[in-house]
């Protein structure tokens, strides 16, 4: 089995996020820079795959230099080989122009048996990138599953809702994406960390995917940001000193926030 695993690197929610005052994205140079944790879900769950049968995982980005940092970690957790789509032209990418990226790079890997990604990445949570990717390959694509079995050619996930859950079930290729609750990462081994400073990563850029620099970035996209504005600070509370009239103080400070 061929499995591909989608990866972002994202800022880590520990840091202070900001857009450029030049082109208005995010300023990721501005920020530390991780392995976006449902990602590693999504390694984990080809790796558990792999390990019961025979099975190869190609870990797929699209990012900068620094994302080989993401590349590494996935590789030390055990996947067999890594694809790096980076282009200087992809700067400003909206999710639909990501989208169609990932689709030409999938395309590179060869007969591809399954892709797995994360539910959102924690930077632009669109949510919606494993569903695009399923439509432009003419793939199913099984979303928010929190638990997956791959057998006799099929992909069977439980999928969780707030109305309840519910089990769906597609025939191969698909693309699945994964909840937090699907299984806990390992963590890299000090032999999984060396071995992976050999494992192979092919570096791709638009070309390559038979893309021209019109069709990406923040020219090829549908959606750009126009303006932004800083969080405004914490205000004070409101102190209600109650002289028998508390509750109804209470209440018109609520019917004033519109909270009831």
Same mark, same amino acid.
């Given at each position: ?49 792999? %390990?019961? &049968?025979? !099975?190869? *995982?190609?870990?797929? $980005? ?7 940092? =993401?590349?590494?970690? /996935? ?75 791959? %057998?006799? &050619?099929? !992909?069977? *996930?439980?999928?969780? $809702? ?7 079930? =597609?025939?191969?290729? /698909? ?86």
């Amino acid at each position: 089995m061929n499995i591909v695993v989608l990866i972002k690197q994202v800022p880590d929610t520990w840091s202070e996020r900001t857009l450029s005052d030049s082109d208005k994205t995010l300023d990721r140079a501005s920020s530390d820079a991780v392995l976006d944790e449902i990602n590693e879900r999504a390694v984990e769950e080809a790796l558990k795959i792999k %390990e019961a &049968g025979d !099975a190869e *995982v190609t870990i797929l $980005t699209v990012g900068p230099d620094r994302a080989t940092d =993401a590349i590494r970690k /996935a590789l030390s957790m055990g996947a067999d080989k890594a694809v790096h789509v980076n282009d200087e032209a992809l700067h400003g990418s909206d999710a639909v122009t990501t989208a169609k990226v990932l689709a030409k790079a999938v395309g590179t890997v060869g007969d591809v048996d399954l892709v797995l990604a994360g539910n959102e990445a924690t930077d632009g949570r669109s949510g919606a990138m494993a569903g695009m990717l399923g439509e432009l390959l003419g793939w199913p694509s099984l979303t928010h599953a929190n638990a997956l079995t791959v %057998e006799n &050619g099929t !992909a069977s *996930v439980k999928r969780e $809702t707030d109305e309840g859950t519910c089990d769906v079930t =597609a025939s191969l290729p /698909a693309v699945v994406s994964v909840g937090e609750k699907i299984n806990e990462p390992r963590y890299p081994s000090f032999k999984g960390i060396m071995a992976a400073k050999k494992k192979p990563v092919s570096a791709l850029g638009i070309s390559d995917l038979g893309l021209e620099a019109g069709e990406v970035g923040l020219a090829g996209s549908l959606v750009q940001v126009d303006s932004f504005a800083p969080r405004p600070p914490k205000s004070g509370g409101q102190k209600v000193e109650d002289e028998g009239d508390g509750g109804q103080k209470i209440a018109e400070f609520l019917v004033g926030q519109k909270l009831i």
